[in-house]
């Protein structure tokens, strides 16, 4: 599946846990790869709150700032000024996420 996130296509992917594991470390739920633009999931612990967690890392990494030398309370200004402009997308957005990959 494929979300657009400010104007750039995002890959959704679900991984079976074995995968993810051997991907990413044993606690690892879901990760963010903005080289990739990819998002995944483990399939044994798919919910809205971690699919949110998730787009917000590719909202912020698509702000371009996640390279920039930014300060604690430049990152906070970042942080708050997408979710007042985005986060009514987002939630959106993980909840017809959800309700897609729950689908398949």
């Given amino acids: 599946m494929t979300v657009e996130i400010l104007g750039n296509n995002w890959k959704i992917k679900v991984l079976k846990a074995s ?17 990739t633009s990819t ?33 604690a309370e430049q990152t906070e200004e970042v942080a708050a000024e997408l979710v007042a402009k985005y986060g009514e997308e987002l939630v959106v957005k993980a909840q017809e996420i959800y309700n897609e990959l729950r689908a398949v």
């Fill in 39 to 71: 998002i995944e999931f483990c399939d044994t612990d798919l919910n809205i709150p971690l699919i949110r967690h998730e787009l917000f890392h590719a909202y912020f990494a698509e702000t371009s700032t996640v390279s920039a030398s930014l300060t």
């Fill in 19 to 35: 995968t993810m594991q051997r991907k990413h470390g044993s606690k690892v739920r879901a990760v963010t790869l903005p080289d």
